[in-house]
């Protein structure tokens, strides 16, 4: 969703704001800005456009100018269309600035301010922001624009990240943070700030990472960060691993296949020092969770949304199978509002890419609240969800540029999988011998999908034959409905195609009716324990004359009977089969989309990372 970077400096910062832009393209947005102060005058100029970034950039070549203090925006409508006139930056007098969140009480701070004689000029809810800080000033000319800020933000209800620069004072760049993330950085005589990290990597790489309530001010001598309180506080400045090539497409035709492609890496990562072959053991220190707690614990409840969703279905079927433990899955978005049923021996997991996902983040509060003890799945460090929760397993799957979940997804299967394995080991239900001969298999999934990377020609055959199907429906059973259903959501968002997954036992109650020799069907048909069934269900289909593309283990002849297409898997081991079935519909997705010619990076309408309701 909506993107910030801010800079103050010695150099002139268009370029460093446009490139921070492009950086934070990838969380989806329909409009952008920037405003930049002119050296000489202090007049802040703001540049916008509807639409992407080229058009900010063209409408800024048509009249160009500079400065060094200056912020930019990209904005995902919520309150008002996306057109020029509600993108960021906002002024009001002399405050300018842009935010990430929503404003709650927008509407009767609005009417307020309009009594009092404000004029907007847009229909957003941050505009009031810009007013509150611009009339707060003017009423006592001898605040600070810090303080002039955080009075305004007495007054404010709901969520904010907000860059505020100011006519004027061309010195400085206030940030604030509640509830949607803002980072700040300073090193040789510069100063910035951004709401996500790769914004501003290439130009450092040592964070604070801003908390609820805080306040900062940037200036090109340092940083000062205030508390909730308003006091001035020390905030730890983290170092961040990530490279900024990695956030960059080296090559790869979209973000999308490059993340596809080091899934293998990824995972590597994800394993590398907390698997044992040797011992039988998993080693998850983040956890914090021992042996007595676990045996204790009554069930486990999964909460998340999208792709991550499904990454918890799947912890649903390895949990139970190996641990033994009843587990729940509830879509983040549903388990806030229906009075869920937990207990202090209750264990919630939140499985998010970002750790930002405002339903994610609410639900897994909530069940905090009701008395459980929380879990964190999460890629990206030091986010909200990782900081909150009692304990967090990161993935390590480095920064997901592409809006469509891959490498995030199969790095959360492999954080489950030995999350599944450790609590087997604590209740006792997998002795070491069962433990080894999983770990092993799940060492083994990244050598098995380099193989699958090599030749991925097949993919775009089967996009040339299926890409003009209007809808696409994708069966499973056990695990691999929760991979049927991703493999339909990955088609339906970079495609545009219809798709449905769906348990393969359940067609009969409806999808059946649906088939003919139009609908392609994609049956995920491994062997292991419910292949028969499956194979069953694949009949039916052929039956009705549907056209079958079957996901099937490597050698299986018996497929070819029914199938019109078979696309091999490796011969895997049960427990690590979705992740390896995960690749082949994400590869048959990005190749049918990259046939039709969408925005697979950027589809239309989504967000990489949710974080208003
Ligand atoms: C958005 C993204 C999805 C993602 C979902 C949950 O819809 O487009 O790819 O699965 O949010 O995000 P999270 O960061 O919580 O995993």
Known sequence: MCGIVGYVGTDQCARLLLSGLRRLEYRGYDSAGIAIADEESGEVRLCRAEGKLDKLEQAYRDEPFDGNVGLGHTRWATHGKPVESNAHPHRAGRVVLAHNGIIENYLELKEELVERGREFSSETDTEVVAHLIDEAWSNSPQLSLHEATQAALDRIEGSYALAVMATENPEELVVARNASPMVIAHGGGCAYAASDIPAVLSYTRDFIFLEDGDTAVLRREGIEVFDAEGNSTERDVKTISWDPVSA?????????????????????????????????????????????????????????????????????????????????????????????????????????QSGETADTLAAIREAGELGARTLGIVNVIESTIAREADGVIYTHAGPEIGVASTKAFTTQLAAV?????????LTGRLDVEEARTLIEALREVPNHMEAMLEDTSQYEQLARSYHEARSFLYLGRGHQFPIAAEGALKLKEISYIHAEGYAA?????????????????????????????????????????????????????RLETFADDIIAMPDVAEFVQPMVSALVVQLLAYYIADFKGTDIDQPRNLAKSVTVE
């Open 417 to 425: 999988s030995m999350l599944a394995i450790k609590l087997g080991r």
């Open 505 to 557: 036992g359940e067609m009969k109650h409806g999808p059946i009716a649906l088939i003919d020799n139009e609908m392609p069907v994609v049956v995920l048909a491994p062997k292991n324990s419910v292949y028969e069934k499956v194979k069953s269900n694949l009949e039916e289909v052929k039956a009705r004359g549907g056209r079958i593309i079957a996901i099937g283990t490597e050698g299986d002849e």
């Open 248 to 352: 960059e497409k080296q090559g790869y035709k979209h973000f999308m296949l490059k993340e596809i492609h080091e899934q293998p890496a990824r995972i590597t990562d994800t394993l590398r020092g907390r698997v044992s072959v040797d011992r039988g053991e998993v080693e998850l220190p983040e956890l914090r969770l021992d042996e007595q707690t676990v045996q204790k614990l009554d069930k486990i409840v999964f909460v998340a949304c999208g792709t991550s969703n499904y990454a918890a279905q799947i912890a649903k079927y390895l949990i139970e199978e190996v641990a033994r433990i009843p587990v729940e899955t509830d879509l983040a978005s549903e388990f806030r509002y229906r009075n869920p049923l937990i207990t202090d021996n209750t264990l919630a997991i939140a499985i998010s």
